[in-house]
């Protein structure tokens, strides 16, 4: 792409504002934000002003099968996860595009150092959750990790340096998520620099379409691979490729099963896992009515108790089937470093909107669900913050009750 075709091209959607200091860049900048231009994909900003709460249809409790239930057919649901393992029809996916900003860190979240007297990063605790299942299995399987532009290299080579944390190197494979501009709440994208548009991953949705765009798709058919297990960075207790969650879900016959633990409250800030018009939906904590959080069981349950804590298992035939639907994009009110009258800013406020995508919404096209309930001290220790709720504190405070030396 030439000066001429990005200028035509940014017309037609307002933004010929990032072409403004381009007289001032060196040839290689030039290159770089002609570049960037090109790849830009401007149907995120449709998304700007059409917003409003979301309306919820009809809803009732999910499929679910409670730890009571789960604990009376373990063995049954255990044999049949091993016997997937063995036979290499699962596979795992670690969500960890992000950076570890909120925990002061500008490094990937799973550098972050969860130890206190040894180094323990989030990376090697997760990955030592997987061995004890491997040990259990008596099996391996592969491991596809999802990076993002700004974290790929620091990620590839802090695996490579800790030998891939004592698991088979060839096993492990990453790939980058998509980026999305980021823009003012007018809808003007931001510069990151004078020659570098601002960009940004585009939330956890996309994870299947860029595993596929990164070639994977022969991959899982050659290897008789069906189920994808996927988990996020930010819990140190994530059971990954849980043979028991695997024969649950399968034994089931649903598309996906989610692991769920039970709310503490009404008010607790977790997406809950139930039915919409008959379909699996995840209501965010925000979004779902306050006389539904609140509606109790006769025995006093919250009838809408379980929530999610993002460990997914995915039918590969159904994925192949859905991930091409569009996603709905989420605004995400972000404070955006970008360039102001020709100088960097970094706003201590929201001043724009980052576009995202969530791995939640796949679980309504997938159209069926089980919810499997675990134990919230054994499996539920997120690391959000630095102090407080679910905080690098907290989450030390499980992983010394679950015997993991800090």
């Not at 007289?23 to 770089?32: A, F, K, T, V």
């Not at 993002?148 to 490579?160: K, M, Y």
Request: proline share 3%; hydrophobic share 35%; aromatic share 10%.
């Amino acid at each position: 792409m030439d000066y001429t075709q990005a200028e035509a091209l940014l017309e037609k959607y307002n933004q010929t504002h990032l072409l403004q200091y381009f007289d001032e860049l060196s040839e290689d900048g030039r290159r770089q934000l002609l570049s960037d231009i090109e790849k830009l994909d401007f149907s995120v900003l449709e998304n700007i002003g059409c917003g409003g709460e979301r309306e919820i249809g009809r809803l009732s409790p999910a499929d679910a099968l409670s730890v009571e239930e789960i604990n009376k057919y373990r063995d049954k649901y255990e044999k049949i996860g091993i016997e997937a393992l063995r036979s290499g029809k699962v596979a795992a996916v670690l969500l960890a595009g992000g950076q570890g900003t909120r925990l002061g860190s500008s490094l990937p979240k799973g550098m972050f150092n969860i130890g206190i007297e040894r180094k323990l990063s989030i990376f090697e605790q997760q990955m030592n959750n997987i061995k004890e299942v491997v040990n259990k299995a008596g099996a391996d399987f592969h491991l596809f990790v999802m990076t993002s532009d700004i974290n790929h290299d620091d990620t590839c080579n802090f695996f490579r340096e800790n030998d891939y944390f004592g698991y088979d190197g060839k096993k492990i494979h990453f790939y980058r998520q998509k980026l999305a501009p980021t823009s003012s709440f007018d809808g003007k994208i931001y510069l990151d620099e004078k020659d570098k548009v601002s960009l940004s991953p585009n939330g956890n949705g996309g994870w299947y379409s860029s595993l596929i765009e990164a070639g994977y798709g022969d991959f899982l058919k050659e290897n008789g691979i069906e189920w994808l297990n996927i988990y996020a960075v930010d819990n140190v207790l994530q059971r990954i490729c849980d043979p028991v969650f695997i024969g649950a879900t399968i034994s089931s016959g649903c598309a996906c099963g989610s692991k769920v633990v039970k709310k503490v409250s009404p008010a607790e800030k977790v997406g809950v896992l139930c039915k919409e018009d008959g379909l699996p939906t995840i209501i965010e904590y925000y979004e779902m009515p306050e006389e539904y959080a609140c509606m109790r069981d006769e025995d006093g349950e919250l009838t809408y108790r379980y929530g999610v804590i993002l460990n997914y298992l995915f039918s590969v035939d159904k994925l192949n089937k859905i991930y091409k639907d569009k996603l709905p994009c989420h605004l995400a009110a972000k404070a955006i470093p970008h360039i102001e009258n020709g100088k960097k800013v970094t706003p201590d406020s929201p001043c724009g909107y980052k576009f995202e995508t969530l791995v939640v919404d796949i679980v309504r096209l997938m159209g069926s669900c089980l919810a499997v309930e675990v134990e919230r001290s054994r499996e539920f220790a997120p690391v959000k913050n630095k102090t407080g709720v679910d905080s690098v504190e907290s989450a030390r405070e499980l992983l010394k009750l679950n015997g993991v030396r800090l």
